[in-house]
């Protein structure tokens, strides 16, 4: 990963700020330069320190030399580019890392969001949360987009009890310390909300508006729906069961044992009844195959249990040795 910082010269006017505004940025050329008047039009009235960052994921149009050209004309604009296409929570993970802000605020680069809702997070903020979530609540998007966005949340909101309607809205703000606690990787920055949640942080939603696309076309469909409900089952995982993890193997797995020597034993049953199993073969390889599978998720979760225990013996020996120091 390359993160040249495009600027140099007017750092030091601005080192302490007040709000970051991260910007991710795949091929937005075309939308950088309103986006950052609309940024200053929005901050203006708030008399805040601030600067944004746009944060280029290896584009191929340009986008960062616009970068340069708008941070040349404004220092508060701050420029880091990846060298290749990372992804979305690369980019973000890098903003986080190089935002000098107490509070920081992500939004996407295609001007579907309106910098006009910051202060309203903003407000949010200030009631005692530490993270507020936008809530497209109508959104400018082809139907069935719209479609597979709320059967994601749908599917979100029933797994992980967390009562967000638009989990995955690129406008949020937070608090420093989620955006240096939670971890960013793969495709996890739809989930910010679910891992701060489940880390003990103080979660609101608000409503904002959201604008048709102006330039280009979305890069999100249900391919992208698709791939967010499997992340969601790894997050399920590194979460809820990160600490058990024999509730989430051993469980099924037991059940699958039982289910598999039942019918084990009803075939055993017609073979010492009968002297014969009624054609019942395809039926004993599937008792075989489950009881066998089974038996692999137990000794699994068997083995994440110990390699937990194994975890809090090292950190217990950790603190005790710091102790002793």
């Not at 006009?116 to 987009?145: C, F, H, M």
């Not at 606690?181 to 920055?189: M, R």
């Not at 399920?236 to 020597?261: D, E, M």
């Amino acid at each position: 990963m390359n993160v040249p910082r495009v600027e140099q010269e007017g750092e030091a006017a601005f080192a302490a700020v007040d709000l970051s505004i991260v910007v991710p940025v795949f091929n937005e050329r075309p939308t950088l330069g309103e986006l950052v008047t609309q940024c200053v039009s929005a901050m203006e009235p708030l008399g805040l320190a601030w600067e944004i960052i746009i944060v280029d994921d290896g584009s191929t149009d340009g986008s960062f030399d616009e970068v340069a050209t708008l941070h040349a004309s404004d220092p508060r604009v701050r420029g880091l580019r990846l060298r290749t296409n990372l992804g979305k929570a690369a980019a973000l993970a890098v903003g986080f890392r190089t935002a000098r802000g107490d509070r920081i605020v992500t939004m996407d680069g295609d001007l579907q969001d309106d910098p006009a809702e910051i202060p309203n997070l903003l407000a949010r903020l200030d009631d005692g949360y530490d993270l507020v979530s936008g809530w497209k609540q109508q959104r400018n998007d082809p139907t069935s987009r719209v479609i597979a966005s709320r059967l994601f949340n749908g599917l979100s909101r029933a797994v992980s009890n967390v009562e967000l309607h638009d989990v995955n809205c690129g406008l949020k703000a937070y608090l420093r310390e989620v955006t240096e606690e939670v971890p960013l990787y793969g495709e996890l920055h739809r989930f910010i909300p679910l891992l701060a949640s489940w880390r003990g942080f103080r979660v609101a939603e608000v409503v904002v508006s959201h604008r048709p696309r102006a330039v280009g076309r979305s890069k999100y469909g249900w391919s992208r729906a698709l791939r967010g409900i499997m992340d969601l089952v790894t997050v399920v995982c590194l979460t809820r069961y990160n600490r058990r993890p024999a509730h989430f193997f051993s469980l099924p797995g037991s059940a699958l044992i039982l289910v598999g020597t039942s019918i084990c034993g009803y075939v055993a049953y017609l073979r010492l009844a009968y002297g014969h199993i009624w054609n019942r073969h395809p039926l004993l390889i599937f008792a075989v195959l489950l009881a066998v599978v089974g038996v692999q998720l137990f000794t699994t979760g068997l083995l994440g249990e110990m390699m937990v225990d194994a975890g809090r013996r090292i950190d217990e020996d950790f603190e005790a040795a710091r102790k002793i120091g």
